[in-house]
Protein backbone atom coordinates (compact mmCIF):
# COMPACT_ATOMS: atom_id res chain seq x y z
CA UNK A 1 0.00 0.00 0.00
CA UNK A 2 1.54 3.31 -1.07
CA UNK A 3 0.62 6.54 -2.34
CA UNK A 4 1.28 7.87 -5.96
CA UNK A 5 3.88 10.27 -6.23
CA UNK A 6 1.35 12.80 -7.98
CA UNK A 7 -1.09 12.59 -4.56
CA UNK A 8 2.57 13.38 -2.90
CA UNK A 9 2.92 16.26 -4.96
CA UNK A 10 -0.62 17.85 -4.68
CA UNK A 11 -0.60 17.56 -1.09
CA UNK A 12 2.90 18.97 -0.29
CA UNK A 13 1.57 21.96 -2.14
CA UNK A 14 -1.34 22.31 -0.14
CA UNK A 15 1.28 22.27 2.98
CA UNK A 16 3.83 24.51 1.47
CA UNK A 17 6.83 21.75 1.94
CA UNK A 18 8.26 19.55 -0.46
CA UNK A 19 10.13 16.21 1.86
CA UNK A 20 13.42 15.52 0.94
CA UNK A 21 13.29 12.29 2.29
CA UNK A 22 9.34 11.29 1.04
CA UNK A 23 9.44 8.06 4.20
CA UNK A 24 8.75 10.42 6.69
CA UNK A 25 5.54 11.49 4.81
CA UNK A 26 4.47 8.00 4.12
CA UNK A 27 4.94 6.97 7.75
CA UNK A 28 3.21 10.16 8.88
CA UNK A 29 -0.02 8.74 6.73
CA UNK A 30 0.20 5.31 7.78
CA UNK A 31 -2.69 4.14 9.94
CA UNK A 32 -1.91 1.51 12.66
CA UNK A 33 -3.88 -1.20 10.89
CA UNK A 34 -1.40 -1.72 7.89
CA UNK A 35 0.34 -3.56 11.30
CA UNK A 36 -1.42 -6.66 10.22
CA UNK A 37 0.43 -6.75 6.83
CA UNK A 38 3.70 -6.41 8.69
CA UNK A 39 4.41 -10.77 8.38
CA UNK A 40 3.91 -10.68 5.24
CA UNK A 41 5.83 -7.95 3.87
CA UNK A 42 8.64 -7.17 6.37
CA UNK A 43 7.85 -4.10 9.21
CA UNK A 44 5.58 -1.69 8.23
CA UNK A 45 5.86 1.75 10.11
CA UNK A 46 3.06 4.38 10.82
CA UNK A 47 1.90 6.99 12.58
CA UNK A 48 2.22 6.36 16.07
CA UNK A 49 5.02 7.22 17.57
CA UNK A 50 5.16 10.42 14.99
CA UNK A 51 1.94 11.61 16.55
CA UNK A 52 3.75 12.02 19.81
CA UNK A 53 6.55 13.87 18.52
CA UNK A 54 3.87 16.02 16.65
CA UNK A 55 1.62 16.39 19.69
CA UNK A 56 4.58 17.73 21.64
CA UNK A 57 5.64 20.07 18.45
CA UNK A 58 2.36 21.66 18.16
CA UNK A 59 2.15 22.38 21.75
CA UNK A 60 5.31 24.28 21.88
CA UNK A 61 4.40 26.23 18.64
CA UNK A 62 1.53 27.47 19.28
CA UNK A 63 1.97 28.71 22.98
CA UNK A 64 5.29 30.28 21.44
CA UNK A 65 3.14 32.43 19.07
CA UNK A 66 0.59 33.12 21.57
CA UNK A 67 2.92 34.20 23.82
CA UNK A 68 4.42 36.42 21.81
CA UNK A 69 1.28 38.10 20.32
CA UNK A 70 -0.55 37.95 23.68
CA UNK A 71 1.50 40.16 25.93
CA UNK A 72 -1.56 41.59 27.29
CA UNK A 73 -3.41 37.98 27.95
CA UNK A 74 -2.67 36.30 31.63
CA UNK A 75 -1.79 32.42 31.85
CA UNK A 76 -5.41 31.67 32.15
CA UNK A 77 -6.58 32.79 29.09
CA UNK A 78 -3.55 31.75 27.20
CA UNK A 79 -3.99 28.31 28.10
CA UNK A 80 -7.35 28.38 26.85
CA UNK A 81 -6.50 30.02 23.57
CA UNK A 82 -3.85 26.95 23.22
CA UNK A 83 -6.12 24.50 24.15
CA UNK A 84 -8.56 25.54 21.62
CA UNK A 85 -5.73 25.52 18.84
CA UNK A 86 -4.32 22.66 19.24
CA UNK A 87 -8.13 20.10 20.30
CA UNK A 88 -9.04 17.36 18.44
CA UNK A 89 -11.60 19.57 16.78
CA UNK A 90 -8.93 21.78 15.47
CA UNK A 91 -6.89 19.56 14.24
CA UNK A 92 -9.40 17.99 12.10
CA UNK A 93 -10.46 21.25 10.81
CA UNK A 94 -6.91 22.61 9.48
CA UNK A 95 -6.38 18.97 8.25
CA UNK A 96 -9.23 19.32 6.27
CA UNK A 97 -8.12 22.19 4.69
CA UNK A 98 -5.35 19.63 3.04
CA UNK A 99 -8.35 17.00 2.72
CA UNK A 100 -5.81 14.92 4.86
CA UNK A 101 -8.70 12.00 5.17
CA UNK A 102 -8.27 10.96 1.39
CA UNK A 103 -4.31 10.37 1.83
CA UNK A 104 -3.94 7.98 5.25
CA UNK A 105 -3.16 4.60 3.84
CA UNK A 106 -5.15 2.13 5.72
CA UNK A 107 -6.48 -1.16 5.31
CA UNK A 108 -9.31 -1.57 3.32
CA UNK A 109 -11.40 -2.92 6.59
CA UNK A 110 -10.43 0.09 8.44
CA UNK A 111 -11.79 2.35 5.68
CA UNK A 112 -14.94 0.41 4.86
CA UNK A 113 -15.84 0.80 9.07
CA UNK A 114 -15.65 5.03 8.55
CA UNK A 115 -12.06 4.71 9.15
CA UNK A 116 -11.42 8.09 6.78
CA UNK A 117 -13.83 9.73 8.20
CA UNK A 118 -12.79 8.96 11.75
CA UNK A 119 -11.85 12.52 13.60
CA UNK A 120 -9.45 10.54 15.88
CA UNK A 121 -7.44 9.03 12.28
CA UNK A 122 -7.11 12.80 11.53
CA UNK A 123 -5.93 14.40 14.19
CA UNK A 124 -3.49 11.31 14.54
CA UNK A 125 -2.25 11.87 11.11
CA UNK A 126 -2.28 15.65 11.53
CA UNK A 127 -0.26 15.45 14.40
CA UNK A 128 1.85 13.14 12.46
CA UNK A 129 2.61 15.09 9.71
CA UNK A 130 3.63 17.85 11.54
CA UNK A 131 6.20 15.52 13.02
CA UNK A 132 7.40 14.33 9.57
CA UNK A 133 7.78 17.93 8.36
CA UNK A 134 10.14 18.70 11.64
CA UNK A 135 12.29 15.50 10.84
CA UNK A 136 12.53 16.56 7.40
CA UNK A 137 13.51 19.73 8.06
CA UNK A 138 14.10 21.86 11.51
CA UNK A 139 11.95 23.77 13.92
CA UNK A 140 12.12 26.85 12.17
CA UNK A 141 10.47 25.51 9.10
CA UNK A 142 8.45 23.80 11.22
CA UNK A 143 6.76 26.33 13.19
CA UNK A 144 6.28 28.39 9.17
CA UNK A 145 4.30 25.27 7.81
CA UNK A 146 1.90 25.80 11.48
CA UNK A 147 1.74 29.26 11.82
CA UNK A 148 0.07 29.21 7.63
CA UNK A 149 -1.95 26.40 8.16
CA UNK A 150 -3.29 28.04 11.96
CA UNK A 151 -3.03 31.52 10.31
CA UNK A 152 -6.98 32.28 9.89
CA UNK A 153 -7.77 30.40 13.26
CA UNK A 154 -4.83 32.37 14.94
CA UNK A 155 -6.52 35.81 13.56
CA UNK A 156 -10.20 34.80 14.47
CA UNK A 157 -9.97 34.26 18.12
CA UNK A 158 -12.88 34.57 20.62
CA UNK A 159 -12.55 33.77 23.98
CA UNK A 160 -16.80 33.28 24.16
CA UNK A 161 -16.36 30.62 21.76
CA UNK A 162 -13.23 29.15 22.63
CA UNK A 163 -14.75 28.47 25.88
CA UNK A 164 -18.67 28.39 25.88
CA UNK A 165 -19.24 26.14 28.82
CA UNK A 166 -17.23 28.12 31.04
CA UNK A 167 -18.70 31.25 29.77
CA UNK A 168 -22.44 29.79 29.98
CA UNK A 169 -21.83 28.67 33.78
CA UNK A 170 -20.39 32.17 34.72
CA UNK A 171 -23.31 33.87 33.09
CA UNK A 172 -25.66 31.31 34.63
CA UNK A 173 -24.10 32.12 38.03
CA UNK A 174 -24.16 35.43 38.27
CA UNK A 175 -27.85 36.02 36.30
CA UNK A 176 -29.67 32.90 38.44
CA UNK A 177 -27.34 31.93 40.79
CA UNK A 178 -27.31 28.33 39.12
CA UNK A 179 -25.03 26.16 36.81
CA UNK A 180 -26.16 24.82 33.45
CA UNK A 181 -27.06 21.03 33.50
CA UNK A 182 -25.89 18.72 30.35
CA UNK A 183 -27.95 15.42 29.36
CA UNK A 184 -26.69 12.86 26.58
CA UNK A 185 -30.02 13.00 24.72
CA UNK A 186 -29.09 10.68 21.97
CA UNK A 187 -26.03 8.07 20.74
CA UNK A 188 -25.79 7.40 17.12
CA UNK A 189 -23.40 6.10 14.76
CA UNK A 190 -20.85 3.30 15.01
CA UNK A 191 -19.01 3.11 18.22
CA UNK A 192 -15.87 4.95 16.65
CA UNK A 193 -17.57 7.71 15.18
CA UNK A 194 -20.35 8.07 16.84
CA UNK A 195 -22.62 11.30 17.25
CA UNK A 196 -24.08 12.71 20.16
CA UNK A 197 -26.57 14.64 20.83
CA UNK A 198 -26.73 16.79 23.83
CA UNK A 199 -28.88 19.67 25.36
CA UNK A 200 -28.00 21.98 28.11
CA UNK A 201 -30.66 23.79 30.38
CA UNK A 202 -29.80 26.95 32.66
CA UNK A 203 -32.90 28.78 34.41
CA UNK A 204 -35.82 28.25 31.77
CA UNK A 205 -33.76 28.40 29.03
CA UNK A 206 -32.45 25.45 26.70
CA UNK A 207 -30.41 23.99 23.36
CA UNK A 208 -29.90 21.19 21.72
CA UNK A 209 -26.29 20.41 19.82
CA UNK A 210 -24.76 17.73 18.48
CA UNK A 211 -20.41 16.47 18.42
CA UNK A 212 -18.70 13.45 17.64
CA UNK A 213 -17.75 13.71 21.61
CA UNK A 214 -20.34 14.42 24.39
CA UNK A 215 -17.44 17.19 25.18
CA UNK A 216 -17.65 18.64 21.41
CA UNK A 217 -21.56 18.39 21.41
CA UNK A 218 -21.93 20.17 25.16
CA UNK A 219 -19.43 23.15 23.74
CA UNK A 220 -21.53 23.38 20.50
CA UNK A 221 -24.44 23.29 22.80
CA UNK A 222 -23.55 25.66 25.40
CA UNK A 223 -22.40 28.07 22.47
CA UNK A 224 -26.00 27.98 21.10
CA UNK A 225 -27.09 28.75 24.01
CA UNK A 226 -24.80 31.60 24.60
CA UNK A 227 -25.90 33.16 21.47
CA UNK A 228 -30.42 32.63 21.52
CA UNK A 229 -29.27 34.53 24.94
CA UNK A 230 -27.32 37.11 23.33
CA UNK A 231 -23.83 36.37 25.05
CA UNK A 232 -20.55 37.38 23.22
CA UNK A 233 -18.07 38.32 25.66
CA UNK A 234 -16.76 36.87 28.80
CA UNK A 235 -18.11 38.02 32.18
CA UNK A 236 -14.64 38.74 33.34
CA UNK A 237 -13.14 40.44 30.55
Given at each position: MEISSTKIKT????????????????ESLSHPSLKQHSAKSGSVKNYERLELLGDSILSFVITEILFKNYSNHAEGKLAKIRSHLICKEMLCNVASK?????????????????????????????EALIAAV?????????????NNLW??????????????????QE??????????????????????????TVMVQIHDYQETAQGHSVKAAEKEAAQKLLNSLGITQLLNN
Open positions: LEQAIGYHFNNQDFLTLDLAEYIIMTHGEEVSGGRTNPNNIENAMYLDSDIATTKVIISEFLSSINLVHLDPKTTLFGQSKFGCKPKYEIVKREGLAHSSIF
